[in-house]
């Protein structure tokens, strides 16, 4: 009994002179888009136009205090705009596409690291003008998404305007110390 409803509202009629109102539909497709979990190694330059299936761009529920942070207005986007770029031709951006009330993003990264030891992660990252917030940070959880850990704040007040690499982070020892196992089912939340 799950509805969907596509809902238009408008005081002007559907026709091609005058005042007139309304929007079109077409290909209509729901299907189930299955979570990946990556095997190692995996490195993601974002060099193709769709995240790689490992990735998802999700509402982040579980890692933020009220879902009033939570808009429609969020961006995470693979783009050649020339900021976003560091090496290669395209980068991922994140943010929000205009000005107004808060947006959180987040981009989980699906892992399965089960029985896989000395895990490292690096990557760079650039501010751009960002306003650091409680919810700014690496997440992680070790079963599937369904809780998670922040385990670094992201602190842009002090950050270079360029690009910079963060030291690699020993995934292993960053699970040790919040209490969490490198599973099949392991996800880096970057929000």
């Given at each position: 009994?799950?509805?969907?409803?596509?809902?238009?509202?408008?005081n002007a009629d559907f026709?091609?002179?005058?005042?007139?109102?309304?929007w079109m539909l077409d290909n209509i497709l729901i299907e189930r888009d299955p979570t990946i979990y990556a095997t190692l190694p995996f490195a993601d330059g974002f060099e193709g136009a769709q995240?790689?299936?490992a990735w998802k761009w999700v509402a982040p529920t579980e890692?933020?205090?009220?879902?009033?942070?939570?808009?429609?207005?969020?961006?995470?986007a693979i783009t050649s705009w020339l900021?976003?770029?560091?090496?290669?031709?395209?980068?991922?951006?994140?943010?929000?596409?205009?000005?107004?009330n808060f947006a959180v993003n987040a981009l989980d990264l699906h892992l399965d690291l089960q029985g896989k030891e000395q895990v490292f992660l690096s990557f760079w990252m650039k501010d751009f003008a960002d306003d650091t917030q409680v919810q700014d940070g690496l997440w992680m959880?070790?079963?599937?998404?369904?809780?998670?850990?922040?385990?670094?704040?992201?602190?842009?007040?002090?950050?270079?305007?360029?690009?910079?690499q963060l030291p690699p982070l020993s995934i292993d020892a960053l699970a040790e110390e919040f209490g969490l196992e490198l599973s099949s089912s392991f996800v880096i939340r970057f929000q």
């Open positions: 009994d799950f509805v969907i409803r596509f809902q238009q509202t408008d026709n091609t002179a005058n005042d007139e109102d309304g995240l790689n299936p890692t933020i205090e009220s879902t009033d942070w939570i808009s429609n207005d969020g961006l995470v900021e976003a770029v560091r090496s290669g031709s395209q980068g991922l951006q994140m943010g929000r596409r205009s000005d107004g959880s070790d079963d599937g998404g369904a809780s998670f850990v922040k385990v670094l704040g992201f602190d842009f007040s002090s950050w270079t305007n360029g690009y910079g």
